[in-house]
């Protein structure tokens, strides 16, 4: 019994483990700072990808503004699919340089932190039926880093009890 217990414990470890997304190979020379590359008006052009094979590509139109150590992102998505979205990240950065942050969908609160040249973000959201009634509440952890050329590429692993369920990519661009 003990050798099972052990075995389920080193497996859902391990799941867990597999959330977070590696940092993608392209980074460039810059470390990536969210008050610095995504202020101003940015447009981010991505697709969710989930395990049923449901895929979702869409435009994000966003505007970052800096306050003293709060960062507000308001974000407008607008889905190949016809449907519109607007969410707002109100992040704060805390003493010891990480972030907390809170938005209309996200259980709790958010955690920001800086990973090398990363910006990691780990955050619960309750996913929406198609009936827009409540859903399941998954794990999102993004990693955000800076090309060479400026683009911002976001990547986020999406979990449910420990398994990744979906992901989404992203790339960012000031606005033109």
């Not at 999102?140 to 369920?165: C, H, I, T």
Request: charge should be negative.
């Amino acid at each position: 019994m003990r050798r099972i217990a052990i075995v389920v414990a080193s497996l859902l470890a391990f799941a867990a483990c597999a959330l977070a997304p590696g940092t993608p190979k392209d980074t460039g020379p810059e470390a990536f700072a969210i008050e610095r590359d995504l202020a101003g008006e940015t447009v981010a052009r991505g697709q969710f990808s989930a395990i049923n094979g449901v895929k979702r590509a869409f435009t994000a139109y966003m505007t970052g503004t800096l306050a003293g150590d709060r960062f507000t992102l308001a974000e407008r998505f607008e889905y190949d699919d016809g449907e519109k979205d607007q969410k707002t990240w109100v992040l704060t950065r805390q003493a010891d340089g990480t972030w907390s942050g809170t938005r209309e969908d996200v259980v709790g609160e958010a955690k920001g932190w800086q990973d090398g040249k990363a910006f990691r973000l780990a955050y619960d959201v309750v996913l929406p039926n198609e009936d827009g009634s409540p859903g399941m509440q998954v794990h999102f952890q993004d990693v955000m880093v800076k090309r060479a050329d400026g683009v911002v590429l976001n990547n986020a692993s999406v979990g449910w009890w420990g398994f990744s369920v979906a992901g989404v990519e992203l790339e960012i661009k000031p606005a033109r």
